[in-house]
């Protein structure tokens, strides 16, 4: 199943409400994928949505959005977000929690979520569920990608992205059919400004000392999925569908 979802409510905010999908896939879904910059969640994201059911809700997304739209039509903290962003720093916690509250019926959602970046933080994470416990949504599990360091770097240095429809590819594991070109709409790939050397050590520091931290903080929930990411995405892939399923086995034991 390959539902296209329109994430135009998550995206641009509010005031662009979405076209909710029409199809209903099952039960709804409500994960939250976890791992360092370049483990595959945004892959895994795309592949478990169409799946699933459930937008890809990515916080980085919005930001790569806000960054092309140019800097005169962006709010004050936006234009710090954006400046943030490419040096591979964090966000601070009030404007995405901010942009995310602004966001709230993406969470709410009777086709559930997958999000993607969010929370980053401990504070981010305790603020989530709040905001949860007010909406009464249960949050059915944490997926976290797990990789060695050398392989996430390797990932990303080959990591090329057309500017224009967003789509990804690799240079060696997932290369355009022609050199360069985005196979979707011909555009120039490019290196995003956050997967230069620089910005990606700043980025893989940042994981390590803010989000790392959200694994004990889940995995004491009772949410936490432990997923390997090492292999192509269709093995992450099942391998992710797999670890769901023992988990929810074991929550209805
Ligand atoms: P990502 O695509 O998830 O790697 O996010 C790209 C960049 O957006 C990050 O390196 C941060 O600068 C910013 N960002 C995205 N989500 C968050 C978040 N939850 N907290 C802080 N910064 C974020």
Redesign the pocket.
């Known amino acids: 199943m390959n539902l296209q979802r329109d994430r135009s409510a998550w995206l641009h905010g509010p005031g662009h409400p979405c076209q909710e999908p029409s199809t209903q896939i099952g039960r709804p879904y409500r994960l939250i994928l976890l791992g360092a910059?370049g483990v595959g969640?945004?892959t895994q994201a795309a592949l478990l949505s169409s799946a699933l059911g459930g937008c890809h809700l990515?916080?980085?997304?919005i930001?790569?959005l806000a960054r092309s739209t140019g800097p005169g039509e962006l709010t004050p903290a936006m234009h710090v977000?954006v400046d943030?962003?490419k040096r591979?720093?964090?966000?601070?916690?009030t404007t995405?929690l901010q942009i995310v509250r602004e966001r709230l019926g993406c969470l709410t959602c009777r086709g559930g979520f997958l999000l993607?970046?969010?929370?980053?933080?401990v504070p981010?994470a305790a603020a989530l569920d709040v905001l949860f416990q007010h909406a009464g949504v249960r949050l059915d599990a944490v997926v976290s990608y797990e990789l060695a360091e050398a392989e996430i770097i390797r990932r990303i240095g080959g990591r090329r992205t057309c500017p224009a429809c967003k789509a990804v590819f690799h240079e060696q594991l997932r290369p355009p059919k022609r050199a360069g070109l985005c196979d979707r709409c011909g555009t120039a790939l490019v290196l995003r400004d956050?997967d230069q050397p620089g910005a990606v050590h700043v980025?893989q520091q940042?994981y390590l000392e803010s989000t790392a931290p959200l694994l004990s903080y889940y995995h004491q929930q009772g949410l936490l999925v432990h997923v390997a990411a090492i292999g192509t995405p269709e093995e992450v892939f099942s391998r992710t569908l797999l670890a769901l399923a023992v988990h929810f086995e074991r929550g209805a034991s």
């Open positions: 910059p969640k945004g990515s916080t980085g997304d930001f790569r977000a943030r962003m591979g720093e964090l966000v601070s916690d995405v993607d970046g969010f929370p980053r933080t981010q956050d980025r940042a």
